[in-house]
């Protein structure tokens, strides 16, 4: 993990920071990219162990997090079990929770197993850089919620009011927090920009901090 310390747009970093007592936790799903409330979900169990979320990285298929590797394995099983993965899973090329795509248990365990390690070997392809295509969104607004607490349970209020309000999150990005106090972006449609960002506003009303919204930008 690198954090640089900037004084602000245009300012040279202050210096670079490094740690490593951390582990990354992801969902990954093509679901995400219609449903409202996977990173709501994701992030309240977290918050319900009270995991502390050091970092947030988003792709429209993958919400990935780093906390402290002491509590990467609270951290799995509370994901795993707010997305139902241990539930019985629906068949070839359905969907399960959330669209979270799944493929048939077979009942022999033999062959349950021999599933399962091949699961496993897929996972890291999942973390390869592959660049398959470049495209081009301009229909997307940026809310940045400035100055919260940095602590457990935070990013789950944000994303909680903000999936209630119906918005759909695509990219999320949380920094390494400073003096205590974490800075959380994430954009949305821009028609739903006004609708974000007021839920994000009723948020920092209960505890503290401040809303930015911008509806120029582009992805």
């Known amino acids: 993990l690198l954090e640089t310390d900037a004084g602000g747009i245009g300012h040279a970093a202050g210096g670079v920071h490094h740690e490593d007592n951390v582990s990354k936790v992801s969902v ?4 995400m990219r219609t449903h409202a409330g996977v990173a ?3 992030f309240a169990a977290l918050a319900t162990e009270k995991v502390n979320i050091k970092m947030i990285t988003t792709s429209e298929i993958k ?3 780093l906390v402290e ?14 997305f139902q993965l241990g539930e019985p899973r629906a068949r070839n090329g359905e969907a399960g929770p959330v669209g979270f795509t799944r493929k048939k248990l077979p009942s022999d365990a033999a062959v349950r197993a021999s599933s399962l390690a091949a699961d496993v070997q897929q996972l890291p392809s999942m973390e390869a850089i592959v660049v ?11 809310v940045t919620v400035f100055g919260v607490p940095d602590q457990p349970g935070i990013a789950a209020k944000i994303f909680a009011r903000v999936a209630a ?10 920094n390494v927090s400073t003096e205590g106090l974490a800075h959380v972006s994430f954009t949305v ?6 609708i974000a960002a007021k839920a994000a506003q009723a948020v920092v009303a209960e505890i503290g901090g401040k809303v930015a919204a911008d509806p120029n930008i582009a992805k």
């Open 63 to 65: 919400i990935s997090v």
């Open 189 to 194: 449609p821009r028609a739903e920009m006004d």
């Open 165 to 174: 309000a119906g918005a759909i999150v695509d990219m999320i990005v949380q």
């Open 69 to 82: 590797r002491e509590r990467a394995a609270d951290a799995l099983r509370a994901v795993h079990r707010a």
């Open 40 to 42: 709501d979900r994701m």
């Open 28 to 31: 990954v799903g093509v679901g």
């Open 132 to 142: 398959s295509d470049v495209a081009l969104s301009e229909d997307q607004a940026r």
